[in-house]
């Protein structure tokens, strides 16, 4: 299986993500492949925000090899799950998709944890901070492994 992860930056969040669920996927010994990406695409190239990095590496994941990338029409193809952050990241990602199949795809992350809430990651900048939201991360994509494994 694929797994995008997607928030706006591409990075705080959904390299967290990233990082937690490839990590949890290696444990697991399964075939997967995860990436992350961005809706904004403002930050292209860049690593992922020093903090994340260091909540990520206090609790054993690397995301420091990451690199910020936009999410492009394509990734409908490439990936067979995308997870985004917010329902504004969700609303980005749909009114990109091409169809219904497209659409299907794309998944609220802590629906996974809080199924139909559509509670959002909260930014790390401004709600709750980085441990917070690892934590809010952590536990979701526990619940996806077990539910998609």
Not at 26 to 32: M, P, Q, S, T
């Amino acid at each position: 299986m694929n797994v995008l992860a997607v928030c706006l930056g591409n990075i705080c969040r959904s390299p967290l993500a990233e990082g937690i669920l490839a990590a949890k996927v290696k444990e697991a010994n399964l075939d997967w492949h995860v990436d992350s990406a961005g809706t904004s695409g403002w930050h292209d190239g860049e690593k992922a925000d020093k903090r994340s990095i260091a909540v990520a590496k206090e609790r054993g994941v690397d995301i420091e090899y990451q690199r910020s990338r936009k999410f492009i029409v394509q990734d409908f193809d490439r990936f067979d799950l995308i997870l985004v952050m917010d329902s504004s990241n969700y609303q980005n990602v749909i009114n990109l998709a091409r169809n219904e199949s497209d659409r299907e795809k794309v998944k609220i992350l802590l629906n996974y944890t809080y199924p139909g809430q559509n509670r959002a990651v909260p930014d790390p900048y401004y709600e709750g901070g980085f441990g917070h939201v690892y934590d809010l991360i952590d536990t979701a994509c526990t619940k996806i492994i077990e539910l998609h494994a």
